[in-house]
């Protein structure tokens, strides 16, 4: 009789402890924060038209630049009069950001149309020419007090063959913000990008025979 009272209280006792693992599980799941909404950019496309010159016969590779770490990945940032990087909340770019600019820089030189042939880094192809650098603005920075899109790129271009630098530049240019969005931002980052690949491309083409 004893052993199967001792049974009924163990049974018991699990039964209490199994409804016990329950309530804190429960009560664990309604205090974990709700995930933040994210909502994915990308550069807008390049606005660039055909240029009327010749197509030239050599190749070029984009590669994908070099970035400090605070570039290196997807938010969406802004350097502050302090010169603090801060992010626009629930808002990244659809990949990292060098990765971001090359794959657009890609598109920008394939709309101009002087370069017969392209490539990037990751296809694994041989060419002549390839174009490298370091990515040191893609941001929205305060400037005067204004929200303005900042893009800066230090320029490459390198002979495949003879793996010395043909040529170097930097490129910077600006664009005013129309408000303080994050997609106000990447607006402005476009256009900004856009007058800066116009320039890119053309010492990139006036290079070729160096």
């Given at each position: 009789?004893?052993?199967v009272?001792?049974?009924g209280k163990?049974e ?10 329950v ?12 995930r ?9 496309p ?6 009327s ?14 970035s400090?770490d605070?570039?290196g990945?997807?938010?969406l940032?802004?350097?502050t ?8 909340p ?9 990765q971001?600019?090359r794959?657009?820089l890609l ?11 392209l ?10 020419l ?8 893609l941001?929205t920075?305060?400037i ?7 893009v800066?790129?230090?320029a490459?271009?390198i ?8 040529a ?9 913000l129309s408000?303080n969005?994050?997609?106000?931002s ?21 290079n070729?025979n160096?």
């Amino acid at each position: 009789m004893s052993h199967v009272l001792h049974r009924g209280k163990s049974e018991r006792a699990m039964l209490f402890l199994r409804a016990l693992l329950v309530l804190v599980l429960m009560s664990a799941c309604t205090v974990l924060p709700e995930r933040e909404p994210v909502d994915l950019f990308q550069l807008p496309p390049s606005a660039i038209r055909a240029h009327s010159s010749p197509q030239l016969t050599g190749g070029l590779r984009l590669m994908i630049p070099e970035s400090s770490d605070a570039l290196g990945g997807s938010r969406l940032l802004i350097l502050t009069e302090n010169n603090n990087f801060q992010a626009y909340p629930g808002a990244r770019w659809t990949a990292p950001i060098p990765q971001l600019w090359r794959d657009w820089l890609l598109d920008a030189f394939w709309q101009d149309g002087r370069f017969a042939s392209l490539s990037t880094d990751s296809a694994g192809l041989q060419s002549e020419l390839s174009l490298n650098g370091m990515l040191r603005a893609l941001h929205t920075e305060t400037i005067d007090g204004r929200a303005t899109a900042v893009v800066r790129f230090d320029a490459l271009l390198i002979s495949s063959a003879r793996r010395e630098i043909v040529a170097s530049k930097r490129f910077e240019t600006r664009e005013p913000l129309s408000s303080n969005t994050a997609a106000a931002s990447v607006a402005a980052l476009g256009v900004a990008a856009d007058r800066l690949a116009i320039e890119l491309i053309s010492w990139a083409a006036g290079n070729t025979n160096n």
